[in-house]
């Protein structure tokens, strides 16, 4: 594995535990459907983490997208 590849990982990564944190917040309507995205991700990142990453990026937009998502303004980076 090269030093960058383990960069990119590194990043897909915090990412990954973002959007759980995120979903874990969610009321519980939501939290259903985000989370089976979620652990498709993850699944996905397991075989090909490019193709994960570009997923995780369209899951973390519609996340903020979604009102709803208690605390999004109140939390600070890394809570």
Not at 33 to 47: G, S, V, W
Request: aromatic share 4%; proline share 5%; glycine share 4%.
């Amino acid at each position: 594995m090269a030093a960058d590849d383990r960069l990119e990982d590194d990043e897909l990564a915090r990412r990954l535990r973002e959007a759980h944190r995120r979903v874990r917040m969610l009321p519980a309507a939501d939290r259903e459907r985000f989370a089976r995205r979620y652990l498709a991700i993850c699944d996905l990142a397991k075989r090909d983490p490019g193709r994960a990453a570009a997923r995780m990026e369209a899951f973390l937009a519609d996340l903020n997208s979604d009102s709803d998502t208690p605390g999004a303004q109140k939390n600070a980076p890394g809570d």
